[in-house]
């Protein structure tokens, strides 16, 4: 018997036609033959499957294989038709120490913890199955069905959030002075976005305040700025494109753009804010300068 589910093949497994072993198809035909289910999960899986003929017991892929190379299945999806009614497997990693974990949404909430129920007692295992691998009620499917479409939600928001802020961190420069240049005209659209009023009377000073931020940032993710060390009367040079290429020159070796920018960074005295189009002093003899 072969099934179809989720792009992988499925193959049986022993004697019971109702538990089946996922293989990725790479290895379906060459594996199909190499598959039992270990040894300590088959009394469990054999005393359930027979009072449960109408569910299907999938063992995930992929296993372990043993000496001789038999995959041995251990953990398993089970499902009633389509629904998925919980999950079973072995846990622990020696012999003597193995137990059951039973787990489905029903158990998880009735032991208020993530974990499934835990136990070496085969009678337990399989009494906590019984009870717990049940068809969803319609209260229990409205609600993992809100909980799932609130999960989605959030990880498209923070997906999307974080695709357009990679996109707008290499724009920024450019946004902020579209914004500032066009701020009474773009006013009425922010606001209808949700910005706040105080938010908006503040922009334009914090626009202004940034824009050096967001300048140094793609200056230095372009690897065009020069970071400059004071040396008595003379300045070291290091090109961000090859710090190897670094010189030593006197105030008369510098070119004029490059003396200007110096003279307004040493005049200045703030450490935390950044001159657009300037640079940016990093402490009283280094001074980081905008091409």
Not at 84 to 110: C, N, P, Q, T, W
Not at 154 to 177: E, F, Y
Not at 202 to 226: D, H, I, S, Y
Not at 247 to 252: E, F, G, K
């Amino acid at each position: 018997m072969t099934i179809k589910y989720n792009d992988y093949d499925y193959v049986k497994v022993g004697h019971y036609s109702n538990v089946v072993m996922e293989l990725r198809k790479e290895r379906a035909f060459k594996d199909c033959d190499k598959v039992q289910l270990c040894s300590f999960m088959e009394q469990l899986i054999y005393k359930v499957a027979l009072q449960h003929p109408e569910w299907t017991f999938v063992s995930e892929d992929p296993t372990w294989a043993s000496v001789g190379e038999f995959w041995r299945g251990y953990r398993f999806r089970i499902y009633a038709a389509n629904e998925l009614m919980g999950h079973i497997r072995r846990d622990g990693y020696y012999e003597d120490s193995f137990k059951y974990e039973v787990y489905s949404d029903r158990i998880a909430k009735k032991r208020l913890r993530r974990g499934g129920m835990c136990t070496k007692d085969l009678k337990k295992a399989i009494k906590a199955i019984n009870e717990g691998f049940q068809p969803k009620t319609l209260d229990e499917r409205k609600h993992k069905a809100l909980s799932e479409m609130d999960s989605h939600k959030q990880n498209l928001d923070w997906r999307t959030t974080r695709v357009m802020s990679d996109n707008i961190s290499q724009m920024l420069p450019a946004l902020a002075s579209y914004i500032g240049l066009n701020y009474e005209e773009m006013r009425p659209v922010l606001s209808a976005f949700g910005a706040s009023t105080n938010a908006l009377d503040a922009l334009p000073k914090n626009l202004e305040r940034c824009k050096g931020v967001w300048q140094l940032r793609v200056v230095r993710q372009n690897k065009a700025g020069t970071t400059v060390v004071l040396i008595d009367d003379r300045y070291m040079l290091i090109p961000d494109a090859d710090h190897s290429a670094s010189t030593v020159v006197t105030a008369s070796q510098l070119s004029d753009d490059m003396s200007r920018k110096i003279g307004v960074l040493k005049l200045f005295t703030d450490t935390e804010e950044v001159l657009e189009d300037i640079g940016l002093r990093m402490d009283e003899t280094t001074f980081y300068v905008f091409p």
